[in-house]
Structures are given as C-alpha cells and as structure tokens.
C-alpha cells in the first residue's frame, strides 16, 4: 500500500490546565505553534537556532500581536513601529485585509492540530491536541530532545510576550502523550512521566491500518471538513467546493512534496512508487474524475486567520472502495496551503 512510502510519527498530547480559568484562541494552533516554535528556537544552539529564527521572522506581525491578544480575539494586527511616541496613531489594517504568509513557521514538516472543543477551560480541565512530524522530519529523537521540553517549559513558566488575560501559557502541565501505533495510541506520558524505553518508529502509524482489506461496498458520499483549507485554486472558485479530482490531485502534489521535497518533477515522484502502487493510484485518479458534487456547504473563512474555506460536500453517488485509501491518506498528512496549522484535514461520513 502507499502508506508505507510515508514517515510519519502522531502523538496526542493531553495538557492538563492548573489555572483557574484560561481562553483558548479563536485559531489554537496559530498562537501555538509560534511561543513553541519561539520556546524551540530559544533551546538551540546559535547555528541550529539559525534556520528556526529566519522561518519565524516572517510571523513577527503575529508573534508581536499575542501579548495583545490578537490570536485570542480572531486577529494578528499589523503594528509598524514608530520613533515618535507623540506622532499620531495610525488605524490598524482591518482583519480581512491582512494576508498571512504561505510559509510554515517551522523549518521542519509538522502539523499542529487542536481538536474541537470550548474555548474556556478550568482547573483541571483537559486540553487535547495533536503533533505529526512527517517525512524526513519524522524523529522521536526530535520530538524527545527538543519539542517536549520546549513545550514543558511553555507550560509552566510565563512569559511577559505571551501574557495577556487568561492565556494558556504558564498555566498548564503536560498530563500525557501517545502516540499512533495502527488503530490505537500507545503512552509515551503517563501522568506525567515520560516512557524513555518507549521504541518509537515512522512507519508504526500505519501497521495494523486496513486501507486495503475486503469488506462490504462503502457508502460514504459525504465529506466534512473539520479545520478550514486552500487548495490554492482560482479567485473563481472560492466559495465552491473542491472537485474529489481537485483533492487527489493535491494529495498527490502533497505526497510528492514529503518524498523528494518542495521542488521535484511530477515524472520522479511516479518513479518513486512501485508499480502496483503507482497503477492503483492512477486508477483511483481516474475513478475520481467520475464522480460529481451534488451538494454543498461552505463558509469563507475570515482572511486574518489559516485556510480560506470549510464546510460540508455531498458527492452524486457513493465514493467507490478503490478511492478511500487515498482519502485516508490526505485527511491523515492533510492537503493544501498552511497545514502546518492543521489546515487541510476531514472526515468521511
């Protein structure tokens, strides 16, 4: 199966607040990934910490915009600095015309993704979210040196860039994390102690998972989309959904991308496949061409915040079996621009 072409390590962390009441952002993965990237940037060394630095520069309107709660109110102002603290203020940008930039924040191919919930919590309440280190990127070495202290530290101390009313930072603990092994999350924490004879792999998220087993006829012919996402087609097509080719396609660019890197020729990343695997896939492209849009749900998503639209898709006619595990693929590695945020990702019903 394609799958296993595919590193990928997934762990779901439970954070545990300690603070009598803290707020969620209106986007949880935006202001989360920039004080962790920041928090991991800060733990490297200079020539390490060289590439994480430059990637975040290019989020320093929104990082400079946390301590004033922008994420928390939907928003990352604009603020450009003044020598002259008597000249006159100048209006901030409104939100939907800012345009985020297309880069990741990391230097690295993760995806942060927070599962749905409320946005205000109290003591003791649990947080739950999720990290996939994909590709190359897909170290447990990573994921123990770095990433979990960065995020410990995040957790317990506060810090006058993040603070603002009732934020999460400094008023959490890490409770546990798991991580995918197949169908089922394995324990790396447990009530706060870490696993250090845990042997983590990138290919142990898709033993066990049966893309391709027999079973009866399917009948799903109906996507929902669970976080907001761009598949970076025409101003004309925005506020229509994507055809099931269009989201193949750009699994395909997004499978391309986590083999050979961001620039490679469509030609090599079919040489990459076996041939079996390479003939399934085509002929689920194919299948895919066949199948049309009956109805349709969605939203535009305010400019200020990642991805461009969510909703609902009903397909004319069930989905057939040859195309599900491709499916599968893209709502597990997600699709188009800004998945690092976890943009990109949905459910089949």
Same mark, same amino acid.
């Given at each position: ?30 202001? #989360? ?16 910490? &060289? ?37 006159? &203020? ?27 919930? +409320? ?36 957790? !317990?101390? =506060?810090?006058? =860039? ?15 994390? #798991?991580?995918? +092994? ?14 250090? +004879? ?41 506020? !229509?959904?994507?055809?099931? =080719? ?42 895919? !061409? ?60």
């Amino acid at each position: 199966m394609l799958s296993a072409h595919f590193n990928l390590n997934r762990y779901l962390f439970v954070c545990k607040v300690n603070a009598s009441i803290v707020w969620l952002p209106v986007f949880p993965s935006l202001e #989360f990934s920039l004080v962790l990237g920041t928090a991991i940037a800060e733990r490297l060394p200079t020539v390490q910490a &060289r590439q994480w630095r430059k990637t975040l520069a290019l989020w320093d309107d929104c990082i400079g915009g946390i301590s004033k709660g922008a994420c928390h109110r939907g928003a990352c102002h604009r603020q450009a600095p003044t020598q002259n603290r008597q000249a006159p &203020r100048t209006p901030n940008p409104e939100p939907r015309t800012l345009v985020l930039p297309e880069s990741s924040p990391w230097p690295i191919d993760a995806a942060v993704l927070f599962y749905p919930g +409320k946005r205000a919590y109290g003591r003791d309440e649990l947080i739950f979210w999720e990290l996939k280190l994909m590709g190359e990127s897909a170290d447990h070495g990573l994921f123990l040196e770095l990433i979990l202290p960065a995020l410990e530290e995040a957790g !317990s101390i =506060r810090d006058s =860039r993040w603070e603002y009313n009732n934020c999460l930072w400094g008023r959490f603990d890490i409770h546990s994390v #798991f991580m995918a +092994k197949g169908p089922r999350w394995e324990p790396v924490v447990s009530n706060g102690h870490l696993n250090l +004879k845990y042997k983590a792999g990138p290919r142990q998220w898709s033993r066990g998972l049966k893309f391709e087993s027999p079973r009866p006829p399917s009948h799903f012919d109906c996507l929902n989309w669970i976080t907001a996402f761009d598949l970076d087609r025409n101003d004309s097509d925005i506020g !229509s959904s994507p055809s099931l =080719r269009t989201i193949l396609d750009v699994l395909t660019d997004r499978l391309a991308r986590l083999i050979l890197g961001n620039y490679y020729e469509p030609d090599d990343f079919w040489r990459e496949l076996k041939p079996k695997d390479r003939s399934d896939f085509r002929k689920a492209l194919e299948m895919s !061409s066949e199948i049309s849009v009956l109805q349709e749900d969605m939203k535009l998503v305010p400019a200020y915040l990642p991805g461009r639209q969510i909703g609902k898709q009903i397909f004319r006619e069930p989905l057939p079996d040859a195309v599900l595990p491709y499916l599968g693929l893209a709502s597990v590695f997600h699709i188009g621009k800004h998945t690092h945020f976890g943009c990109g990702t949905f459910l089949l019903n």
